[in-house]
């Protein structure tokens, strides 16, 4: 299994650089469609000019859809209502298709095919396959697409798939997670606070703090508000299995990096959301669905982490004898979304006006900015070189798994075309190994450690604490180390 994870990085650095190469050779999708979605969403959160979308669902009356085309796609449905309208009708509600290529239909008389708005609203949190009569039309002036339902939109059978298997795998990571804990690493908190509570701050508070700076001066939150979005996502999730590891492979203190991630993730529930909400909150065409956050959070998260603990309370044993493939899984699993979902997602990452050099530069810099600080404020307050180690990585890798699948379960719902979301948590996940192991090498120049650091008194009090791999293993490398 060694052989296999010093051999990653490897791997994922060549997969991110194919992806970028392929992508440079694919010129990007006109924005007509993005166009005429912002147009209606502006109306439905301004209110302004509202009669338009009466006038919208009414004018295709007069149509003659005997010239319809018949068209099958794979798409999704949004469902735009005006701001604070008390009631569902054609008064106050639109209903548009966007094809995956990014072409925007106005869907027409939905009723007439046997579907209420409700209905509609719940259909649009999923990637369809849609037949429709689709036919051109001029209102106010504008020509815009109008299409028919033929038939029952579906699900891709590959969408669902994908859903189902990363929230699984995330569930099976996190209880996982929390076969490696018990209370002591919490108890932590009281007995070595240092390195614990400014771990949650630079996770929780320096991070996000980053990814405001690097979205604003990027030009990102005001050119294409969902890059900005996912820049502070992957920001205010929890760290992960990942850090752990590189950690293992730093020679840091593994059980601070264990106790952070545990804190870190308990947190989570609260500050994910909270913070995504608050960053986002001056972004117009954003709306944070907080409730949903939270709740799949809890779900995906903490519930999958108690019961871990509960197995590790009453079968220790066969917790520590699984370890080694629950860490092994995190990292599968991690591989997993990433390959499958940008696959998935290729037309996207095609756009090179949007994902360009300087996206992947800003991505890139999120991580290496988060391990140099990580490195860097632990000095300020008196804490070793073999604390710093952990805090580092802690700070700049970041539960990538956690940010793709919140992505993924979101971006219907939020309006997010380009699954940019996504794109950002993707590719910070193959970033973040890059920049982990630019910092392990870095690490024996800039913060080396001396035998004196890993006995420290206050270092002992950690390092019975957690074991990514098998006991006996941990005890070497720290002896080691």
């Known amino acids: 299994m060694k052989q296999m994870f010093t051999s990653l990085p490897t791997r994922l650095f060549l997969l991110f650089i194919l992806f970028t190469i392929q992508s440079s050779y694919v010129h990007a999708n006109p924005a007509d469609g993005e166009r005429v979605y912002d147009y209606f969403s502006r109306i439905a959160r301004t209110g302004e000019n509202a009669s338009v979308f009466q006038q919208i669902n009414n004018e295709p009356h007069n149509f003659n859809w005997?010239?319809?085309?018949?068209?099958?796609?794979?798409?999704?449905?949004?469902v735009l209502k005006i701001k604070d309208a008390g009631e569902n009708n054609e008064k106050t509600t639109i209903v548009l298709i966007r094809k995956l290529t990014g072409e925007v239909f106005i869907l027409y008389n939905p009723a007439k095919a046997g579907f209420d708005l409700d209905t509609l609203t719940d259909m649009s949190k999923n990637r369809l396959i849609l037949k429709l009569n689709v036919l051109k039309g001029v209102v106010q002036g504008q020509e815009f697409i109008y299409a028919k339902l033929i038939?029952?939109?579906?699900?891709?059978?590959?969408?669902?798939?994908?859903?189902?298997?990363?929230?699984?795998?995330?569930?099976?990571?996190?209880?996982?997670?929390?076969?490696t804990l018990t209370m002591k690493e919490f108890a932590l908190v009281f007995q070595s606070p240092r390195g614990i509570i400014l771990g949650q701050f630079l996770q929780f508070g320096l991070m996000p703090v980053i990814?405001?700076?690097?979205?604003?001066?990027?030009?990102?939150?005001?050119?294409?508000p969902y890059i900005y979005v996912g820049i502070i996502l992957i920001a205010v999730c929890p760290g992960g299995v990942v850090s752990n590891l590189m950690t293992h492979y730093a020679k840091g203190d593994l059980a601070l990096s264990i106790s952070i991630t545990s804190f870190s993730t308990v947190l989570s529930l609260f500050f994910t959301p909270f913070l995504l909400s608050f960053y986002c909150k001056n972004v117009p065409e954003i709306s944070i669905p907080v409730p949903a956050v939270a709740l799949t959070i809890t779900i995906l998260v903490i519930i999958p982490l108690i019961v871990g603990m509960l197995i590790r309370k009453k079968w220790k044993n066969f917790a520590q004898k699984a370890t080694p493939f629950f860490s092994a899984l995190g990292i599968v699993t991690v591989l997993f979304i990433m390959v499958a979902g940008i696959i998935s997602n290729m037309d996207k990452l095609s756009d090179i006006t949007r994902y360009g050099l300087k996206f992947y530069f800003v991505v890139f810099l999120l991580t290496i900015l988060g391990m140099i600080l990580g490195g860097f404020f632990p000095k300020l307050f008196k804490i070793n070189n073999f604390q710093a180690r952990a805090i580092s990585l802690e700070t700049g890798l970041r539960n990538s798994a956690l940010a793709m699948t919140l992505a993924i379960l979101m971006q219907d719902q939020m309006g997010d075309f380009y699954s940019s979301m996504f794109v950002v948590s993707g590719i910070f996940g193959l970033l973040?190994?890059?920049?982990?192991?630019?910092?392990?090498?870095?690490f024996?120049?800039?913060?080396?450690?001396?035998?004196?650091?890993?006995t420290s008194e206050s270092d002992e009090s950690d390092k019975s604490t957690f074991d990514p791999q098998p006991t006996k293993e941990t005890i070497a490398y720290t002896k080691t180390s």
């Open 66 to 78: 005997n010239n319809a085309k018949t068209m099958e796609f794979e798409g999704n449905l949004r």
């Open 151 to 179: 038939g029952t939109p579906t699900q891709p059978l590959f969408d669902q798939i994908f859903k189902i298997s990363i929230v699984l795998m995330l569930i099976l990571i996190m209880i996982g997670m929390g076969m």
């Open 211 to 224: 990814a405001v700076l690097l979205g604003y001066v990027s030009g990102f939150q005001s050119e294409y």
């Open 432 to 442: 973040m190994f890059v920049s982990g192991l630019i910092s392990i090498i870095a």
């Open 444 to 454: 024996k120049w800039v913060l080396p450690v001396t035998a004196d650091e890993t």
